[in-house]
């Protein structure tokens, strides 16, 4: 275009496409420090009387992954608002996590206008590939900059990338979208234009959404796929039902369940759910959560059947469980996957014969509907006796042994006790997952789950367990000490965190999980693991929250959490500091394992039941 913009055209240009993306179902912006920036940071701002939410953060990192719990609790993107340069590349593990999660979500960058691209200008890189491999849709602006856009190109920009973040329910799932902006000088209008343009906007009636605009409801559950290629499973004859971590939109959620009660009660079919399936504990639904303990290394009980006869339903990716992997792996049987809405290949093992990605009700809806002219039979259902025998057993085993326990596998069992019921936990990578996956109570109240098992990072776990606490109202986050303090810039949320957040923090001193892997040896002095694996670290971590104003207690014991729980749920945002011993509390699991196993052998060996 011929000669520069001014400033307030680009701050138009900015609140044009902000607009679009607002009347679009967008209701959170997560705004960082910039100057390229300042037009979309400015109309941002002015949206903020017509409901558009505002969060800052000093750190993109953190606010792209607070971001990311916005849209994991509620199913809409918010969007990232970040200057040029190296705050783009600090994106990448919220957009990788969000990717592998399918977890709607907006990242808008600034940019220099192409003539500073390529010519050693300042701040000029090339940011607009840095998300590139795990973006759903890559989007720009003119090149020259967003003021050279009509607004008709502003809103179709926004449109796509609303329809992109939210995937489109036929095989292409919620994920990341990076919107690479240019923004040509001068940047910033001074202080009456805004004024004037604030009044404006203060005097125009709300824009209804355009035909094109995505409506807030919408969502990859809208589209209905094909069924899972030709494979039919038979519930006439024994099988089970694998439940992995849910990655559904919020709204599908009562659908899932009711689609899942209605083939458990035709099948009778047991449901393994996994702790971030969100199955555990709810009322007309037979789970079985022990099969990690159950399924003891090479052995072929639990449930195991001989190669060709067990069928398998598959509810989304894989639990972290290695031991039901193999276990799987080891099926000859029918398996089924069915995703909700997402059409990637979910099969690490290899072993699925069909995929079905619109979801549990939907892929019930396209069976053949003589399959529900009867009743769960025989052998089915004493397959799945044989599987509540051992589950039993197994449960009690945990009672009695973890009762008299302190450690990281009592917490588990205790804290879903303790916690009200309904009261969202984010559960952090590594141990917290996998111990509350083995030990934590099935006759707990039942709670969403939350985890990011996508890629199994620790980035991020204190901001998006702020972004979820802001956008579920309460949310306890359970961390091991190296997470937490790998995202201790989180704690900066507390000014303006409007849901209620506890932290639960295991400090172990190090990294806990590599006491569970063959990594030690001896002897000892062969290798320093304490220096290159479990890296302890000397910081005070109620010292560290205090610092951020945020108030903490120590426990001595497990028999203190009851009391400290109640004091920790009453404040805006609270750090109990549970004190463990890593090594201890590995010979513990271990101890547990053999005991399961040992116990669950003779209840669970014998042929498949015939139909």
């Known amino acids: 275009m011929a000669g520069s913009p001014t400033s307030l055209a680009n701050v138009r240009a900015a609140l044009t496409l902000l607009g679009a993306l607002h009347r679009g179902g967008l209701t959170h912006g997560v705004l960082c420090p910039g100057?390229?920036?300042?037009?979309?940071?400015?109309?941002?701002?002015?949206?903020?009387?017509?409901?558009?939410?505002?969060?800052?953060?000093?750190?993109?990192?953190?606010?792209?992954?607070?971001?990311?719990?916005?849209g994991r609790a509620s199913g809409q993107p918010a969007a990232v608002i970040t200057t040029s340069g190296t705050a783009v590349a600090n994106l990448l593990p919220a957009a990788v996590e969000a990717d592998f999660g399918s977890v709607p979500l907006l990242l808008l960058t600034a940019d220099r206008p192409a003539r500073l691209k390529g010519c050693g200008a300042n701040q000029s890189v090339n940011q607009e590939v840095f998300?590139?491999?795990?973006?759903?849709?890559?989007?720009?602006?003119?090149?020259?900059?967003?003021?050279?856009?009509?607004?008709?190109?502003?809103?179709?920009?926004?449109?796509?990338?609303?329809?992109?973040?939210?995937?489109?329910?036929?095989?292409?799932?919620?994920?990341?979208?990076?919107?690479?902006?240019?923004?040509?000088?001068?940047?910033?209008?001074?202080?009456?234009?805004?004024?004037?343009?604030?009044?404006?906007?203060?005097?125009?009636?709300?824009?209804?959404?355009?035909a094109g605009d995505a409506a807030s409801g919408g969502g990859p559950a809208a589209a209905r796929p094909p069924a899972a290629a030709s494979t039919v499973l038979d519930p006439d004859r024994p099988g089970v039902v694998v439940a992995g971590p849910w990655r559904g939109a919020p709204a599908t959620w009562g659908a899932h369940v009711e689609a899942l009660r209605r083939w458990q009660r035709r099948s009778g079919w047991p449901v393994l759910a996994d702790a971030l399936s969100g199955l555990r504990g709810l009322p007309d639904l037979d789970t079985v959560t022990a099969y990690d303990l159950i399924l003891s290394e090479g052995s072929g009980h639990g449930g195991a059947t001989p190669a060709g006869e067990l069928q398998v339903l598959r509810l989304g990716p894989l639990p972290a469980s290695r031991r039901l992997?193999?276990?799987?792996?080891?099926?000859?049987?029918?398996?089924?996957?069915?995703?909700?809405?997402?059409?990637?290949?979910?099969?690490?093992?290899?072993?699925?014969?069909?995929?079905?990605?619109?979801?549990l009700a939907a892929w019930l809806a396209e069976q053949p509907q003589d399959i529900w002219a009867g009743s769960a039979a025989g052998a089915p259902l004493a397959l799945a006796g044989r599987?509540?025998?051992?589950?039993?057993?197994?449960?009690?085993?945990?009672?009695?042994?973890?009762?008299?326990?302190?450690?990281?596998?009592?917490?588990?069992?205790?804290?879903?006790?303790?916690?009200?019921?309904?009261?969202?936990?984010?559960?952090?990578?590594?141990s917290p997952v996998r111990?509350?996956?083995?030990?934590?109570?099935?006759?707990?109240?039942?709670r969403p789950m939350h985890g990011f098992r996508g890629a199994s990072g620790i980035d991020g776990t204190l901001s998006s367990a702020c972004g979820l606490a802001e956008a579920l109202g309460a949310l306890v986050l359970v961390s091991g000490d190296l997470a937490l303090l790998?995202?201790?810039?989180?704690?900066?949320?507390?000014?303006?965190?409007?849901?209620?957040?506890?932290?639960?923090?295991?400090?172990?001193?190090?990294?806990?999980?590599?006491?569970?892997?063959?990594?030690?040896?001896?002897?000892?002095?062969?290798?320093?693991?304490?220096?290159?694996?479990?890296?302890?670290?000397?910081?005070?971590?109620?010292?560290?929250?205090a610092v951020h104003g945020v108030p903490g207690r120590r426990l001595e014991s497990?028999?203190?959490?009851?009391?400290?729980?109640?004091?920790?749920?009453?404040?805006?945002?609270?750090?109990?500091?549970?004190?463990?011993?890593?090594?201890?509390?590995?010979?513990?699991?271990?101890?547990?394992?053999?005991?399961?196993?040992?116990?669950?052998?003779?209840l669970a060996t014998g042929p498949i039941p015939s139909p």
């Open 35 to 70: 100057s390229r920036s300042a037009p979309l940071a400015v109309a941002a701002a002015l949206l903020e009387p017509g409901g558009l939410r505002l969060h800052t953060a000093i750190d993109e990192r953190s606010a792209a992954f607070f971001a990311l719990g916005l």
């Open 131 to 210: 998300l590139a491999g795990s973006c759903r849709w890559l989007g720009a602006g003119d090149p020259e900059g967003l003021a050279a856009m009509t607004p008709g190109e502003l809103e179709a920009l926004a449109r796509q990338a609303l329809a992109a973040a939210r995937g489109d329910g036929a095989g292409r799932s919620a994920g990341p979208v990076h919107l690479n902006l240019a923004l040509e000088e001068p940047l910033h209008a001074d202080g009456a234009d805004l004024t004037r343009l604030a009044a404006g906007l203060a005097g125009e009636p709300p824009l209804p959404p355009t």
């Open 325 to 359: 992997q193999r276990w799987l792996a080891a099926q000859g049987g029918p398996q089924v996957l069915v995703s909700e809405g997402d059409g990637r290949r979910l099969d690490p093992l290899g072993v699925v014969r069909g995929q079905a990605s619109g979801g």
């Open 387 to 430: 599987w509540r025998r051992v589950e039993a057993a197994v449960q009690a085993l945990l009672e009695r042994e973890l009762a008299r326990e302190e450690g990281e596998p009592a917490l588990a069992r205790r804290l879903g006790r303790l916690l009200p019921a309904g009261l969202p936990v984010l559960l952090a990578n590594s």
């Open 435 to 446: 111990d509350w996956e083995s030990f934590a109570d099935p006759a707990a109240p039942p």
């Open 486 to 545: 790998h995202d201790a810039n989180g704690w900066l949320w507390r000014p303006q965190l409007g849901g209620r957040l506890t932290v639960v923090l295991i400090d172990n001193g190090g990294g806990g999980i590599f006491e569970q892997l063959p990594i030690r040896t001896q002897p000892a002095a062969a290798m320093d693991f304490e220096r290159l694996f479990a890296m302890p670290q000397s910081v005070d971590p109620l010292a560290l929250a």
């Open 558 to 602: 497990l028999d203190a959490l009851e009391d400290a729980l109640v004091w920790a749920l009453a404040q805006p945002l609270a750090l109990l500091v549970v004190p463990t011993d890593r090594r201890q509390d590995a010979a513990l699991r271990q101890r547990l394992r053999t005991m399961a196993a040992d116990l669950a052998a003779p």
